[in-house]
């Protein structure tokens, strides 16, 4: 076999394992298991890394279960600032949290992930309501008279650990119940192993017609 015959058949392999069947069986099969499990608030650590490390972006959120980092770079803390601003701004009497919802990422064989909800609405009235606490709730949530404001949601990037402490932390218990809902997404690799066999072949089938709308494409 010369050498064009083999570079033809890598050639034709490699594009059929970037075909369109192929690429469909990936992006379904790609975190496309969900599961769901839960945790509780303890303890929340202001400007300070998991490893014990000062930083005015980081937070870290110690639970029953895991050590949730917080981390507000992109934002410059400022969205961290606000967060710990709530008990001293808003009057907890009509501050009414729901679950922090934590999603955890493994199609990198790691626990990291790019986001955190903090969810929680103010039931203050109207006309009760100061100009400082308007100035902190018109940043993240939406208008609802006469309820005033709800849908209140603070976004961070997280890094969830195993159960550990920060060295030389104090600890603070929280006031009141925040319960956390983590969602895990996984890749399904049983059912993209079963199914790629299937989606090869159909991609080597149909390979002329994809090839020749790359053709147009590419015009």
């Known amino acids: 076999m010369n050498m064009v015959k083999i570079a033809g058949i890598f050639g034709l392999t490699a594009l059929m394992l970037q ?35 000062p930083r005015r972006d980081l937070m870290v959120i ?3 279960k895991y050590t949730y980092e917080l981390n507000d770079t992109y934002d410059d ?16 009497k009509h501050f009414k949290p729901k679950p922090i919802e934590f999603t955890v ?54 890094a969830v650990y195993d159960k550990t402490t920060p060295p030389n932390a104090t600890l603070q218990p929280v006031k009141g119940t925040y319960p956390i809902y983590i969602t895990h997404l996984r890749d399904d690799k049983a059912k993209r192993a079963l199914l790629m066999p299937f989606a090869f072949v159909a991609d080597v089938v149909t390979a002329p017609l994809q090839l020749i709308y790359l053709g147009m494409l590419s015009r």
């Open 105 to 158: 990422r493994h199609d990198r064989h790691d626990t990291t992930d790019n986001h955190v909800f903090f969810h929680f609405s103010y039931d203050k009235p109207e006309n009760l309501i100061t100009a400082q606490e308007k100035e902190l709730l018109d940043r993240y949530c939406y208008t609802d008279f006469p309820k005033p404001y709800g849908g209140c949601k603070m976004t961070f990037s997280v």
């Open 62 to 64: 110690l639970g029953d």
């Open 19 to 53: 075909g369109c069947v192929t690429s469909h069986v990936n992006s379904k099969t790609n975190i496309s298991i969900k599961t769901t499990e839960h945790d509780h608030v303890r303890y929340m650590l202001n400007y300070v890394s998991a490893d014990g490390t």
């Open 77 to 92: 803390g400022k969205n961290l600032d606000n967060l710990n601003n709530i008990g001293k701004v808003l009057d907890l």
